[in-house]
C-alpha cells in the first residue's frame, strides 16, 4: 500500500490524476484507497475572469488555475477536503481573497463559483470541480498574501459531515495566517500593515477595493502623483481616478465601472506604492460612502500613534556617556573640535564612545562646546598656540553651520534609470567604435527642403533616417543578445528609440519601422513623441521596445561622447555637435586645396557579443556613406 501511494505521488501519476478530476466518480474511488490522497489536481477550460480585473489593469485569458485539494477520513468514516489556494497564472506563488461567493453551510455543484481570488494578473472566479457542502472557510473575506497551496476552506459531501469537520483544521490555518513567516521586527515597521488590519471587509457594505495597479512590464512600484477624483464623487466607466508616476512615465488610471469614490487609502504624494496595495476603496451607492469612511476612520491615528511611539523609543535608546569610557580615536576627535563628551550619545559596549559616535554628532551640527574650567588654564604659549587655532576652528563650524542643503528626492523614473544603467554597465561588454562623417550634405539638404518644399525638418529628424536606412543596409547590427538561449537574435522591424531630456529623468520614445518612413513623417512624430514625454503622457507601447537608440547632444557643446547601451537593446549612438575644420578637398582639376567642412563625431557603444569589429565596422561604413550621399534618402 505504501507503494501504491508514494507511486500516486509521483509526478507523471498525478499529471494522469489531472485528466481524471473532470469525473467527479473517478476521483472519489481513487481518494478512498487510502486515508489521505490528492483527489484532484485539474484545470477548468471555461475559468472566467471578472470585471473585477479593472484592480490590477490586466486581464489574462490564457490563465489555467491548478486546484489543490486533499481528501481527510475521520474514524467515523466522514470525509472532508481541504481546498488549498490554487495557482491561477503561471506567475502566481501567492493571492488575495476578494469575496467568498458561498457561506459556510451552503450547497455546492459543481462550476459553482466558491470565491473572487485576485492573482498577480486579474481577479479571477474561482470555480468547484466537485459538488457537496462548505463546511469552513478558513481564510476570510479580505485576506492578502495568501500563499498557493495554503488551506482556504473545507467542504464535506454529506451535510450532516460539516460537525464532524475537525476543529484543529481551521485553527491551525488562523494562526499560520495572522503570523507572517520569515519577518523580522525591524521590517515590521518599515512594512505597512496589512489591508485586513486596517480594513474589516465584513463591516463595509458591498464595496470595490482599487489596488495599485501594474501600467507597465517592468513595474512593481509606483507614485500616487495626483487624484484626479475626491472622495464623495461620482466616478463613470472611463472617468480618470488619479494619476500613477510608473518606473517609466505618469499614466493615467482609469475607473471601469460607474460608483463613488469612497474612501482615498494612498493620498497624493504616496511614494513606492507596491502593486496589489489597496489605494481606493469604491462603492456602487451614495448611501454606503459614510460607513465605509466610519469604518476606516481610526486607521491613520493609529498609525501616528505607532510612529510616534517608535519615534520615542529611538530617542531615548541612545546613552549619554561619561568621560570615564571614550575611545582613543573619539577622544582625538573630541579635543580636536572642543566637544563636551557628555552631551554625545554613545553606542559602543558598556556606555563606551566609539569614533562614529563623535562624527555623527559633527555631522548632525547639534554640538555642544567643551565648558571652561580654570584647571585648564595652559601656558602662555599653549594660550597664544590655542588662541591662533581658534579663529580656525570658529570659522569651521561657523561654515559647517551654515552649510545649508536640501534633500532632492528622486522620481520612480530616476531611481529605475540609476538601477538599468549600473546593470548595463557591469553586464555588457561596451565595445566603442568612433567615426567622424562630413556633416554639409545634411545641412544642405535641410535647408532645401526649407526653402523649396517649406518644411522644417531638424539634423536630428534626417540623422534619424540616415541611421534607419543604415540599419536596413546591414541587418546585423539591428539585433540584440538573447540571454536565456545564448544567441543573437535579429529584429524584423526597424524602431528607433529617441533619448529625450525631461524633468523627471530621459525617456525613450520610439520611431517605428523609420526606415520606412519619409523624414517629414518622422520630424512629425519626434515632436509629437517628444511633447509627450516631456508631460508624461507616453503610452507604454509608444516607449516600451525598440531596437536602436539615438542620443543627440550636438545642441550643447560636447563634441563627441560614449553613451550606455539601453537593454536589451545591443547599440546606442551618441550624436555630438558640427565642428567646422579645415581639411584637404580634392578639386575639379585634380588638385587638392585647403577647404573649410563640417564635421560630426559619431560614437557607436554596442554589445560585443552582437557586434564584432565586422559588424561595426559595415555599420559605420554605411552610415558615413549615406551621410555623403545624402539625398538617396528621399528616394
Not at 311 to 318: G, M, R, S
Not at 602 to 616: C, E, M, P, W, Y
Amino acid at each position: 500500500m505504501a507503494l501504491s501511494l508514494s507511486r500516486l505521488r509521483h509526478p507523471l501519476i498525478s499529471r494522469s490524476l489531472r485528466l481524471l478530476s473532470s469525473s467527479s466518480s473517478v476521483s472519489r474511488s481513487l481518494s478512498r484507497t487510502s486515508k489521505s490522497g490528492i483527489f484532484s489536481v485539474g484545470c477548468d477550460e471555461h475559468q472566467r475572469l471578472t470585471s473585477l480585473s479593472r484592480l490590477t489593469g490586466v486581464c489574462d485569458h490564457s490563465l489555467k488555475p491548478k486546484w489543490f485539494g486533499i481528501r481527510y477520513f475521520s474514524s467515523a468514516d466522514s470525509s472532508h477536503i481541504v481546498i488549498g489556494m490554487p495557482a491561477l497564472s503561471p506567475t502566481m506563488t501567492q493571492g488575495n481573497i476578494a469575496k467568498w461567493r458561498k457561506k459556510e453551510g451552503d450547497k455546492i455543484e459543481v462550476g459553482d463559483i466558491l470565491c473572487e481570488i485576485e492573482t498577480d494578473k486579474a481577479t479571477l472566479e474561482f470555480e468547484s470541480l466537485e459538488e457537496g457542502f462548505l463546511a469552513k472557510i478558513l481564510v476570510p473575506d479580505g485576506s492578502k498574501d495568501v500563499p498557493v497551496g495554503q488551506p482556504i476552506a473545507i467542504t464535506v459531501e454529506d451535510q450532516d459531515d460539516i460537525k464532524n469537520v475537525p476543529a484543529s483544521v481551521g485553527s491551525g490555518t488562523e494562526v499560520k495566517e495572522k503570523k507572517p513567516i520569515h519577518q523580522d521586527d525591524s521590517a515590521e515597521e518599515r512594512k505597512p500593515e496589512p489591508t485586513s488590519t486596517d480594513i474589516n471587509a465584513s463591516e463595509l457594505p458591498p464595496h470595490i477595493l482599487l489596488e495599485m495597479p501594474a501600467l507597465s512590464p517592468t513595474m512593481n512600484q509606483g507614485n500616487i502623483a495626483k487624484w484626479r477624483k475626491k472622495e464623495g464623487d461620482k466616478i463613470e466607466v472611463g472617468d480618470i481616478l488619479c494619476e500613477i508616476e510608473t518606473d517609466k512615465a505618469t499614466l493615467e488610471f482609469e475607473s471601469m465601472e460607474e460608483g463613488y469614490l469612497a474612501k482615498i487609502l494612498a493620498p497624493e504624494g504616496s511614494k513606492e506604492v507596491a502593486v496589489g496595495q489597496p489605494i481606493a476603496i469604491t462603492v456602487e451607492d451614495a448611501g454606503d460612502i459614510e460607513a465605509v469612511k466610519n469604518s476606516n476612520g481610526g486607521r491613520s491615528a493609529s498609525k501616528n500613534e505607532q510612529t510616534t511611539k517608535h519615534d520615542t523609543k529611538t530617542e531615548v535608546k541612545p546613552q549619554k556617556t561619561s568621560s570615564k569610557r571614550i575611545s582613543p580615536a573619539a577622544k582625538l576627535l573630541i579635543s580636536e573640535y572642543g566637544l563636551d563628551p557628555s552631551t554625545i550619545n554613545a553606542s559602543g559596549p558598556h556606555g563606551t564612545l566609539l569614533k562614529g559616535d563623535v562624527l555623527s554628532a559633527i555631522k548632525s551640527g547639534k554640538l555642544t562646546p567643551k565648558p571652561y574650567s580654570a584647571k585648564e588654564k595652559a601656558s602662555p604659549s599653549q594660550s597664544h598656540q590655542q588662541s591662533a587655532a581658534s579663529p580656525e576652528s570658529k570659522s569651521a563650524s561657523a561654515s559647517k553651520q551654515s552649510d545649508a542643503y536640501e534633500d532632492l528626492p528622486n522620481s520612480q523614473i530616476r531611481k529605475v534609470i540609476a538601477k538599468r544603467l549600473l546593470e548595463s554597465k557591469q553586464n555588457t561588454p561596451h565595445l566603442y567604435l568612433s567615426s567622424d562623417v562630413t556633416l554639409d550634405p545634411l545641412l544642405s539638404l535641410r535647408k532645401d527642403l526649407k526653402e523649396q518644399y517649406d518644411v522644417k525638418v531638424s539634423v536630428n529628424d534626417i540623422i534619424i533616417k540616415v541611421v534607419a536606412a543604415a540599419l536596413r543596409n546591414v541587418p546585423e547590427a539591428n539585433a540584440y543578445w538573447d540571454a536565456e538561449k545564448g544567441e543573437v537574435v535579429l529584429c524584423d522591424s526597424v524602431d528607433i528609440s529617441i533619448a529625450v531630456a525631461t524633468e523627471k529623468g530621459l525617456m525613450t520614445p520610439i520611431i517605428r519601422n523609420a526606415d520606412h518612413k519619409t523624414i517629414s513623417a518622422i520630424s512629425s512624430e519626434v515632436k509629437e513623441l517628444a511633447a509627450k514625454a516631456r508631460d508624461g503622457k507616453l503610452k507604454p507601447q509608444e516607449f516600451q521596445g525598440g531596437t536602436f537608440s539615438i542620443s543627440n547632444l550636438g545642441m550643447y557643446p560636447v563634441d563627441k561622447f560614449c553613451a550606455i547601451i539601453n537593454p536589451p537593446q545591443a547599440c546606442i549612438l551618441a550624436v555630438g555637435r558640427g565642428n567646422k575644420v579645415v581639411e584637404p578637398i580634392l578639386g575639379s582639376d585634380g588638385i587638392e586645396k585647403p577647404a573649410v567642412v563640417n564635421k560630426l563625431n559619431l560614437t557607436l557603444s554596442a554589445d560585443h557579443r552582437v557586434f564584432d569589429g565586422k559588424v561595426g565596422g559595415a555599420f559605420l561604413s554605411a552610415l558615413k556613406s549615406n551621410f555623403s550621399d545624402i539625398r538617396r534618402l528621399l528616394l
